[in-house]
Nanobody
């Protein structure tokens, strides 16, 4: 299994970046993907996910309306568009692949997925938001 992220960098507050994740080596028909970020000395935080068939996409409340996942099909790289970036978005961003049976719990419009349930991870790409 190989997951390769790219597209990170240094951007000013309010700016945008587009991260990509190229995946191979697992069963695309049963594995969806998530993005997870980790700031220095902080625990990993789930950001967004989509299912293997692209039927549903979920976002953490902190990024909803600013981040968007796009994908053509399961075997091509997918993208995480980051807009209106803030300094507290600074983190290493990982894409992770996991079984579609991993649950996303939503309540009152706020959704959460446990990143620890994902089996396959990329090496991460650094996003730094600073003036």
């Amino acid at each position: 299994v190989q997951l390769v992220e790219s597209g990170g960098g240094l951007v000013q507050p309010g700016g945008s970046l587009r991260l990509s994740c190229a995946a191979s080596g697992f069963t695309f028909s049963s594995h969806g993907m998530s993005w997870v970020r980790q700031a220095p000395e902080k625990a990993p935080v789930w950001v967004s996910r989509f299912y293997s068939d692209g039927s549903n996409t979920y976002y953490a409340d902190a990024v909803k309306g600013r981040y968007t996942i796009t994908r053509d099909n399961a075997k091509k790289p997918h993208y995480l568009q980051l807009n209106s970036l803030k300094p507290n978005d600074t983190a290493v961003y990982f894409c992770a692949a996991g079984d579609d049976r991993i649950s996303t719990i939503c309540s009152g419009g706020v959704c959460y997925t446990d990143p620890a349930l994902y089996r396959y991870w990329g090496q991460g790409t650094q996003v730094t938001v600073s003036s």
